[in-house]
């Protein structure tokens, strides 16, 4: 029951998301929307962590099974896709690169930031 539970809050939770992308009219997936109710709804603690983890979970963990329908779907349709695959497979790897390196100098950046901050909190009360 408890599963169910959490599941119906995720299901409700990614409903709202669809409700809000037929309402704002940018061109944003309704996951997006859900993902971003999700995580307001966690950080206000409206949505306790333990109310979905287990179900959270279990949904990462077979993420990758739905990734197979989409990939027979490109193999099925390898002849409309031959003419643009270099474009998309660079566009692809440009795009991994940009990711890689953003995230790299952000997460330096809160790093060094968080370092930063624990050592002028240890000099002051050397003073």
Sequence with gaps: MKYLKQFLIILTISFAGE???SIIPLPVPASIYGMVLMF???LCGIIRLDQVKETGKFLIETMP?????AG???MSSYDMLRPILL???VITVLTIVTVI?????????IIRHDTKKKN???EYFKK
């Design 19 to 21: 409700i809000l992308k």
């Design 87 to 89: 474009p998309v497979s």
């Design 101 to 109: 390196a953003a995230t790299g100098h952000v997460s330096q950046f």
């Design 40 to 42: 307001a709804g966690l």
């Design 65 to 69: 099974v739905m990734f197979i329908p």
């Design 72 to 74: 027979v779907g490109l």
């Design 120 to 122: 002028e909190g240890k």
